[in-house]
């Protein structure tokens, strides 16, 4: 194989892959480093303080960069989560050398129209279509203060969007944003390359489980107002247990749950427990209100859970509604979980979840994709 550098730049530290974005980006690192790419790893610090010693072992080199946070990053015309991932260090880096960059999310584009940068290679990798997702956050926040920010934020980052034109080429993690990005920059190429992740085996355990399970970070205003609606929609009259888990719950999930003796919530589970509440939970119920991006957690429920209940825009432009019940009103999820109680897969149904699983999101041969199309192989 030919020595193939890329430089990658991170919104976050990607170790320990714990959340949805830093998930995508770890998995990218650790395959394309085993197909033979020499990974120049950039980071943005968060203040963890952290130095992992697994993205040592995975990349050519590392470098840190704090993000620079406070008043004059938010009262920048940039959107703030951009505007605080600036670094001068940072591009004298990628001056080093001519080799291509990989920009990891709107987060991280603040130097990609750098005119010192304009003869480079530059990939962006979309993780969601920022001034929707940050819109959506501004109707479900409930906080008059919060609710405003991200309204603001929102309209900064629809603006600040146009700066991808510079992007020689863009990686979509869904079908769904695919078609809104080539109809936004239609010069550019842009293709649909889904999430990478852990699993490269479907791992379905026959029998039934014990338990409902939604799971996701629950201090995410999405994920907040999803298990609340769970809660108080949808559990609310069934005599069935229902666990919540996730990390950090907010005091009014654990207040409402406490309301209802069939819920339970479990707070921080670290990884090998989470991975025991997907595998032994009878039912996945997994429901979202906005459409773009792809939830990890979906792909994690059909690579590891027994039945996946998921709304219309959870599956949207995924491709994965046939592996799913789809149900998008309180009464066709009760419905649906009464149906399913007592329900088991037959062979033929874990057989077509396993072709379509590891045909649309085979992280070998995606990584194989990623790199002819940026190193140009036939």
Do not use: W
């Amino acid at each position: 194989m030919k020595d193939y550098h890329l430089h990658i730049i991170s919104f976050d530290i990607p170790y320990p892959p714990s959340y949805g974005g830093v998930i995508d980006v770890f998995y990218q690192i650790a395959y394309l480093s085993k197909a033979g790419v020499k990974i120049h790893l950039h980071a943005f610090d968060y203040g963890k303080g952290k130095r992992a010693e697994e993205l040592e072992q995975l990349c050519y080199s590392v470098n840190y960069y704090p993000r620079q946070t406070g008043i004059l990053s938010a009262l920048s015309n940039k959107p703030y989560i951009t505007g605080s991932r600036r670094s001068e260090a940072l591009v004298l880096e990628l001056l080093k050398d001519n080799h291509p960059i990989l920009f990891e999310g709107l987060h991280s584009c603040y130097h990609i129209s750098d005119k010192r940068l304009a003869n480079r290679q530059k990939i962006f990798r979309e993780t969601n279509i920022e001034h929707l997702y940050y819109g959506y956050l501004a109707l479900a926040e409930i906080n008059p203060f919060y609710k405003l920010y991200f309204a603001f934020a929102a309209l900064k980052l629809r603006f600040y969007q146009r700066v991808i034109r510079h992007a020689g080429l863009v990686f979509c993690v869904s079908e769904t944003d695919t078609i809104y990005y080539k109809k936004k920059f239609q010069k550019i190429p842009v293709v649909f390359m889904p999430c990478f992740h852990k699993n490269e085996e479907v791992l379905l355990e026959k029998g039934a489980g014990s338990y409902i399970l939604f799971h996701g970070n629950l201090e995410v205003s999405e994920n907040i107002k999803a298990a609340i609606y769970l809660m108080e929609k949808v559990m609310n009259d069934i005599d069935y247990r229902f666990i919540i888990a996730g990390n950090n719950p907010t005091r009014r999930i654990k207040r409402i749950a406490l309301q209802h003796p069939n819920v339970e919530v479990i707070a921080n589970p670290d990884e090998e427990q989470m991975e025991k509440l997907i595998k032994k939970a009878h039912l996945h119920l997994l429901i979202t209100f906005q459409a773009t991006g792809l939830k990890l957690k979906l792909l994690n429920a059909l690579f590891r859970g027994k039945l996946v209940v998921a709304n219309s825009k959870m599956v949207h432009g995924t491709g994965l509604a046939p592996l799913c019940f789809i149900a998008d009103t309180p009464d066709e999820l009760k419905s649906y979980i009464h149906q399913l109680t007592d329900y088991d897969y037959n062979f033929a149904e874990i057989g077509r979840r396993r072709e379509l699983l590891l045909h649309r999101f085979n992280n070998k041969e995606n990584t194989k994709e990623m790199i002819n199309l940026i190193y140009r192989k036939d």
